[in-house]
């Protein structure tokens, strides 16, 4: 069982950065593939951004592509989602999920965090 928790989130202006980070609160380490997904009140989950369990392969959304990075340290097994460019509509709340392999659709990740929330005022 993988119990992930996620932070970094905060309040910022349209134009500003923040940067998310995913941990397991354990100490246990598996070869995980990890995605990040968003979502907004009143609307459906949606797909952010993906990466291998190496980090040799990376997804995004098409709303996010030049903006976000996503990227992992594997000696600390967390998975970071760096956000720049942050506009109004990227308000949300995030979260982190792990699966066998990086993939867009949700069914694909089995564990999942509790989700930060990020607003971006403009």
């Known amino acids: 069982q993988v119990q992930l928790v996620e932070s970094g989130g905060g309040l910022v202006q349209a134009g500003g950065s923040l940067r998310l980070s995913c941990t397991p609160s354990?100490?246990?380490?598996?070869?995980?593939?990890m995605g990040w997904f968003r979502q907004a009140p009143g609307k459906e989950r949606e797909f952010v951004a993906a990466?291998?369990?190496?980090?040799?392969?990376?997804y995004y959304a098409d709303s996010v592509k030049g903006r976000f990075t996503i990227g992992r340290d594997n000696a600390k097994n967390t998975v970071y989602l760096q956000m720049t460019s942050l506009r109004p509509e990227d308000t949300a709340v995030y979260y982190c999920?792990?699966?066998?392999?990086?993939?867009?659709?949700?069914?694909?990740?089995?564990?999942w965090g509790q989700g930060t929330q990020v607003t971006v005022s403009s």
């Open positions: 999920a792990a699966g066998g392999s990086a993939s867009t659709p949700a069914r694909g990740y089995a564990d």
């Open positions: 354990g100490r246990t380490f598996r070869r995980y593939a």
């Open positions: 990466i291998s369990w190496s980090g040799g392969t990376t």
